[in-house]
């Protein structure tokens, strides 16, 4: 009993100062300085909107990580049902009152600051999973109530995004939680039967599709049916990649970018700009710094006493995989054109925002590594 009220008494701030993983904290401040650097390559070289509202965002959601890590991780498993309802009622705010823009109702306007409530979603829907299999017994993880919950969990936040329409963030949202379900003990032969149905249902699925999103996986197919058009983004980011080479043209010599032959350089196709100016060596660079802050996330998952703690650190590890694998897909023609940023690199608030939220939780669990939570 004395040795588990240890375990749970609250930490003074020197403590938690030293139980800071460092090595993570160095790579996302590293990573927060690159992305600077490129978005000032975006911006032609000048300090304009782009590198402003990055630099401005880093300077607000970074304290916001460190003070989030310093909040013992109890706390964020008291209230994760309570932010996944609150990210749900945004969701619902946006579909009837949300900003419009081309042709999409993803966002609102806070005044200070345009929040798209589907990125918060990402981190919502892992602590919310996290904390109901921590709780759960391990003989109720497959019953059919269970499951038929779970799916609701990711189901409802799913539906408002798709309606936004925001393909792309919507199975980013599904993968994070069907990650969580099978760290949580799903059978494996549930997730085979629910693939094989999704495989016969396709053809189903993509008729209900919109047109433009029917013309993005066309353009997967074969990009050069229409060069000038639908295919013009993942064509000019080939081409801007492979120019690159092994060493890269230089900081701000990227011709494809300078000469605006690359659109969404800020944003979706951040990769492209930087893979063109620092090579194929610059490139491998960043996937080995996004590689040692995955890796950091597992590793405190599996060093915390919680289960709540791991799950959570697994699958946000999980999801900032999934992000950069989808993301490099895309630019490289693997994938379909949707709406997936790279980590901290792309330019937009809510997605930093979200990822920073996440990294703040991660840093929690690894100071209250030790922390027991009934």
């Known amino acids: ?21 460092y090595t993570l904290l160095a790579c996302v401040v590293l990573l927060s300085i690159i992305s600077l650097f490129v978005m000032y390559s975006t911006d032609g070289g000048e300090i304009l909107y782009h590198t402003k509202s990055h630099f401005s965002k880093l300077l607000v959601f970074f304290p916001l990580m460190m003070i989030i890590a310093f909040f013992n991780i109890r706390h964020w498993h008291t209230f994760a049902y309570l932010f996944y309802f609150l990210i749900i009622l945004l969701l619902m705010y946006v579909s009837f009152f949300g900003l419009k823009a081309s042709g999409s109702q993803r966002w609102m306007d806070l005044y200070f600051f345009v929040l798209q409530p589907s ?26 109530t269970s499951i038929i919950l779970v799916l609701s969990i990711i189901t409802i936040p799913i539906i408002f995004v798709i309606s936004q329409p925001d393909l792309g963030t919507s199975v980013l949202i599904a993968l994070s939680g069907l990650i969580v379900l099978w760290l949580g003990g799903v ?18 699925i993509i008729s209900f599709l919109k047109p433009y999103q029917k013309l993005r996986i066309l353009t997967f197919l074969d990009p050069d049916r229409d060069p000038l058009g639908a295919g013009y983004q993942i064509i000019q980011s080939k081409i801007a990649i492979g120019s690159g080479g092994l060493d890269g043209k230089g900081f701000l010599k990227g011709t494809q970018s300078y000469l605006d032959f690359l659109p969404e350089k800020h944003t979706d196709f951040i990769f492209t700009l930087f893979s063109e100016e620092f090579g194929f060596i610059g490139s491998v660079g960043l996937l080995i710094l996004y590689t040692i802050i995955i890796f950091r996330i597992t590793r405190i998952g599996a060093l915390s006493r919680s289960n709540f703690s791991k799950l959570f650190c697994f699958g946000f590890a999980f999801s900032i995989f999934i992000y950069i694998v989808v993301n490099l897909s895309m630019v490289l023609g693997l994938l379909p054109i949707v709406g997936s940023p790279l980590p901290i690199m792309s330019y937009g608030g809510s997605s930093m925002l979200a990822t920073m939220i996440g990294f703040g939780i991660v840093f929690s669990a690894k100071i209250n590594r030790k922390q027991i939570i009934a």
């Open 187 to 204: 059978r494996v032969k549930y997730f085979v039967y629910s693939f094989i149905t999704f495989l016969i249902s396709l053809p189903f």
């Open 1 to 21: 009993m004395f040795q588990k009220d240890r375990l749970n008494s609250e930490l003074s701030f020197i403590q938690k100062i030293k139980e800071i993983d």
């Open 119 to 144: 990125e918060l979603m990402k981190i919502a829907v892992i602590l919310c999973l996290a904390k109901y299999y921590h709780r759960i017994k391990i003989e109720n993880v497959n019953t059919l």
